[in-house]
C-alpha cells in the first residue's frame, strides 16, 4: 500500500445518469476526505469521515452527492441523475487524526475526472 | 472564515532565475499553511508546510516560504527555476484546531512556466 488509489481515473456519462466512484486510503489512515476540483479552480473541500462516520459535508453537496464509508476503510461516492456542472475531477485524500498537528499529513489520489455530457 | 488569496494566475521565469509565487492568507487563528504542487494528471504533492514552528520553512525540491504574520504573507520561492518545476501550485490554509475537520482550504492556482 502506497498511497491513495481512486477508481476509475476517467469516467464520461451521460447526462441523467448514476456513477459511482472508489477511493482506498492508506490503510492506517482513519480520516478520509472528498474534494473536487473544477478547471481554472483549487480543490475544494466536500466531505469527511472520521472513520466510518460521515462528519461534515459541504453544502456543495447536493442532495445528488451521497458519500460512504463502510467499516471505515474504502469509501464510495455516487452521483446520481449527473448534470453538465458535475463535470471535474473528484479527489479523495487520507490522513491519521492530527490532533497534535506534529505530523500533518494529508496523502492525495490521483483523482477520478468525470465528464458528464 | 478563512481564505487564501493568490495574487499570480500565471508565472512565467526563464530556466535558472528565481521563481516567486505570491500568497495572502486570511485566519481568525494563528494558521497551518501549506504549499501544493500538481502536475499534468497526477496528484496533489505536499511541498511544504508550516504548523508554528520556525516562520521559514524548507520543502521539497529546493522550494521554501517564508511565513510574515505581520503581511499575512506565505510567499514560495526557489532560487534558481528547473524545467521539471512547470506545473500548477496551489497555497492553502487549514484551522489548526485541534479536534476540528481539518479541512484544506486552497487558493484559486499559480501556473507556473518555465521557459528554456
Known amino acids: 500500500d502506497t498511497g491513495v488509489s481512486q477508481n476509475p481515473r476517467h469516467k464520461i456519462t451521460k447526462r441523467g445518469q448514476n456513477v459511482t466512484f472508489r477511493c482506498d486510503p492508506i490503510?492506517?489512515?482513519?480520516?478520509l476526505y472528498w474534494y473536487r476540483q473544477t478547471l481554472g479552480q483549487g480543490p475544494e473541500f466536500l466531505t469527511y469521515?472520521?472513520?466510518?462516520?460521515?462528519?461534515?459535508k459541504s453544502r456543495l453537496l447536493s442532495d445528488r452527492f451521497s458519500a460512504e464509508r463502510p467499516k471505515g476503510s474504502f469509501s464510495t461516492l455516487e452521483i446520481q441523475r449527473t448534470e453538465q456542472g458535475d463535470s471535474a475531477m473528484y479527489l479523495c485524500?487520507?490522513?491519521?487524526?492530527?490532533?497534535?498537528?506534529?505530523?500533518?499529513?494529508?496523502?492525495f489520489g490521483s483523482g477520478t475526472r468525470l465528464t458528464v455530457v | 472564515a478563512q481564505s487564501v488569496t493568490q495574487l499570480d494566475s500565471h508565472v512565467s521565469v526563464s530556466e535558472g532565475t528565481p521563481v516567486l509565487l505570491r500568497c495572502n492568507y486570511s485566519?481568525?487563528?494563528?494558521?497551518?499553511l501549506f504549499w501544493y504542487v500538481q502536475h499534468p494528471n497526477k496528484g496533489l504533492q505536499l511541498l511544504l508546510k508550516?504548523?508554528?514552528?520556525?516562520?521559514l520553512v524548507k520543502g521539497i525540491n529546493g522550494f521554501e516560504a517564508e511565513f510574515k504574520k505581520s503581511e499575512t504573507s506565505f510567499h514560495l520561492t526557489k532560487p534558481s527555476a528547473h524545467m521539471s518545476d512547470a506545473a500548477e501550485y496551489f497555497c492553502?490554509?487549514?484551522?489548526?484546531?485541534?479536534?476540528?475537520?481539518?479541512?484544506?482550504?486552497f487558493g484559486t492556482g499559480t501556473l507556473l512556466a518555465v521557459q528554456p
Open positions: 485524500a487520507s490522513s491519521l487524526d492530527q490532533r497534535t498537528f506534529s505530523n500533518y499529513g494529508y496523502t
Open positions: 490503510s492506517e489512515h482513519n480520516r
Open positions: 469521515f472520521q472513520n466510518e462516520a460521515q462528519l461534515e
Open positions: 485566519s481568525s487563528y494563528s494558521p497551518s
Open positions: 508550516y504548523t508554528s514552528a520556525a516562520t
Open positions: 492553502v490554509v487549514s484551522d489548526p484546531r485541534g479536534g476540528a475537520t481539518n479541512k484544506l482550504i
